[in-house]
């Protein structure tokens, strides 16, 4: 900033009548120079230094207008896009499917709840099994019904605008998310407490708007492709792993509904030996989420799985999530959640692929809506 800007600044905040007696220096610099304009703002001290703001913010490639000066600027700033603004839908946000939603490539946002919890199961896998020859243990370990389980989860947009698809009324993206989660036995101090499980699944997805209104009220937000890879990083005998192309929607109802389905197609693995052949027929080929905007503080959210056959296996899921903490600054309820949930089936764990069980979890979640 140039020193007489600093100066003109600096006498201007000190009063508009002081400013008002010093002799002008320039006539023609009067007339168009912006700190002279907010000095003349001697009756109304904060529309003078709201002008000194505009002034120093605007540098030295433009003066405010009279208008500005006289504190009606000519036209409204829009605010700069937000991905978590309020303005717009759920899942425009989560997917950055707008305009006003993007928020850039390589930046962490959230993908499946970030959470730590308590858990109790009426069954433990403490000989975990396959059909396949040399895929199951050998003896039992003694694990206990009740574990903590850890699970982390992030994403980032990778790349967006990839093919012209702004008719559609917005851009397509390409995601990459890793989710890792880890049943912990934190009470079985005889065996040292070890990591009953821990599953890995990076995720590479595609996204595309296609908002379509549906009936009674519903409205078609996005179209997506999915490639994904599972695995618990075992070796034999408890190795487990698969991989599947998914195909994906999302539609909403005002801001208090959402239904998100899945449905996916495994891809052979290439090997000779395939250490879970049946986890379609029990996991399922497909999953529907419907979530439930109870008020601002509370969700409930229930998922479930199908296999697709006869005969029917799967799982269900529900949860409650409650809010804890201040509303974020944009008005929004805060990212913390105290968490409930309730599930039913089979596939909690890939370990766990072929063996149903029911398992009741209370703790703590990070979600990013």
Known sequence: MKPQRILGLLVGLAGGGVWAQAPAVNADATAT???????????????????????????????????????????????GPDCHSPRYSALSRYWELEDGTDCGRFNIRGYRPISLSYIRSDTVNRAPSSPTAGHSATSETPYLTDEGRLQLSVRTKIGQGLLPVSDFGGRDSLWFAYTQQSYWQLFTSSISRPFRSTDHEPEVMYIVPTPVDLP?????????????????????????????????????????????????????????????PDIDHLIGRGEVTGSWQVNKDNTLILTLRHSMTSPANGSYRLEW?????????????????????????????????????????????????
């Open 321 to 369: 999530l409650q809010a804890l903490g201040a509303a974020n600054r944009n008005g929004a309820a805060s990212g913390l959640r105290l968490h409930l949930q309730l599930f039913s089936g089979y596939g909690d764990s890939l370990v766990d692929y072929n063996r149903g069980r029911t398992v009741l979890s209370i703790g703590l979640s990070l979600v990013d809506w």
């Open 33 to 79: 120079s912006g700190w002279q304009l907010c000095a003349q703002q001697t009756q109304d001290a904060s529309a003078r230094l709201a002008c000194y703001d505009r002034w120093v913010q605007e540098g030295v490639t433009a003066s405010p207008t009279p208008a500005q000066v006289a504190g009606t600027p000519s036209a409204p700033l829009e605010p």
């Open 216 to 276: 009674g009220g519903w409205r078609l937000r996005y179209s997506g492709l999915s490639f994904n890879h599972q695995s618990n990083g075992q070796s034999l005998p408890l190795s487990r792993s698969w991989n599947r192309a998914i195909l994906m929607a999302g539609m909403e109802k005002g801001e208090r509904y959402t239904l998100t389905t899945r449905l996916w197609n495994r891809i052979p693995d290439g090997d000779e030996t395939d250490d879970n």
